[in-house]
Nanobody, 129 residues
Framework: VQLVESGGGQVQAGGSLRLSCAAS????????LGWFRQAPGKAREGVGCKLAIDGHTAYSDSVRGRFTISWNRAENMAYLQMNSLQPEDTAVYYC???????????????????????WGRGTTVTVSS
């Protein structure tokens, strides 16, 4: 089982990117899916998540209203649409699945990287001012 992110790149402030997360060996929508990011010298932080049980999404305060998580069951893909990007969004972005599963609270557990078991290798997003 694995996850592979793609879609990162360099964009100017105010621009948009859509990150993809391809799952293999399991159905991505059967497990809560989280997106995380890690900027240089900083801890990994939760960006948002989508619960498998009901599709409810939650986002961190820093991205709410700008980022959207979705998934496509037929393609077995998850996505992170990022709009109005700012230089502070520069980071390596990761998708992860709650394989156990343990996440029931999207707003707290869903944004905690320790709750997730399967991780991709990340894709880099650079936002220039």
């Amino acid at each position: 089982v694995q996850l592979v992110e793609s879609g990162g790149g360099q964009v100017q402030a105010g621009g948009s990117l859509r990150l993809s997360c391809a799952a293999s060996g399991f159905n991505v929508a059967d497990y809560t899916l989280g997106w995380f990011r890690q900027a240089p010298g900083k801890a990994r932080e939760g960006v948002g998540c989508k619960l498998a049980i009901d599709g409810h999404t939650a986002y961190s305060d820093s991205v709410r209203g700008r980022f959207t998580i979705s998934w496509n069951r037929a393609e077995n893909m998850a996505y992170l649409q990022m709009n109005s990007l700012q230089p502070e969004d520069t980071a390596v972005y990761y998708c992860a699945s709650d394989w156990e599963p343990t996440v029931v609270d999207a707003n707290v557990q869903g944004l905690d990287p320790w709750e997730y078991d399967i991780w991709g290798r990340g894709t880099t997003v650079t936002v220039s001012s």
